[in-house]
């Protein structure tokens, strides 16, 4: 079974859609987090959740909505798509949120979002 | 910004041992040093993390300088299947800051 997965696995999509990336962990992790990767290759936190609280939020446009409905979910949700939102999307989790304590960060394998 | 400095590319020989460095000159004494990797097309995976002493697992070793200012991870036989994107890294605040790593490529 996959750790961390997320769906779709591809998206593209036209400018002004909404759309949403759903990502699941079974691993029974409290943190779950979503990263950003762009086309120069930097990965980059966006959100990150601890038993279904936002514990960081960094910056990123507000049409980019996190849900955790529960702590095996976080879901990324986003409004007026723009062509600067294409980019490979990743789901990751880890036990605790206690980075210090040398805790290992699962990713999923990526959702590659493409807008036209 | 990424903490960390790494090479941008290293080359190695299938079945040769390669050494990819970092150096981590702000490092706090109570940060671990994390190492991951991305293979083409997939998300990153961990490799191997410690705090002081060196370590070993069934993927890799880390070696972590005395002054803890920089390390290097082994890979003790690269195969072509090792050819992939090396981050090392360690917490900046509540999450980990990736940079741009340094990109292995395997020669058979």
């Known amino acids: 079974d996959t750790a961390v997965s997320q769906t779709p696995k591809y998206l593209v999509t036209q400018m002004g859609n909404d759309k949403s990336i759903k990502c699941e962990q079974n691993?029974?992790?409290?943190?779950m987090y979503w990263y950003k990767q762009d086309s120069k290759k930097f990965l980059k936190i966006m959100f990150s959740y601890n038993n279904k609280e936002l514990i960081i939020n960094e910056t990123v446009p507000n049409r980019f909505s996190p849900k955790s409905p529960d702590k095996a979910h976080l879901n990324l949700h986003i409004n007026s798509l723009e062509l600067g939102d294409s980019a490979v999307y990743f789901c990751a989790s880890s036990q605790t949120a206690a980075v210090r304590s040398g805790n290992t960060i699962y990713f999923g394998e990526g959702s590659w979002l493409t807008v036209v | 910004d990424a903490k960390t400095t790494q090479p941008n590319s290293m080359e190695s020989n299938e079945e040769e041992p390669v050494h990819l460095p970092c150096n981590h000159s702000t490092i706090s004494g109570t940060d671990y040093i994390h190492w991951y990797r991305q293979l083409p097309s997939q998300g990153p995976e961990y490799v191997i993390h410690g705090l002081t002493s060196n370590v070993n697992n069934r993927m890799a070793s880390l070696a972590i300088a005395e002054d803890r200012k920089s390390s290097t991870l082994i890979l003790h036989r690269a195969t072509l299947r090792d050819a992939a994107v090396y981050y090392c890294i360690y917490n900046y605040g509540q999450n980990f800051v990736f940079g741009p790593g340094t990109r292995l490529s395997v020669l058979p």
């Open positions: 691993l029974g992790h409290d943190t």
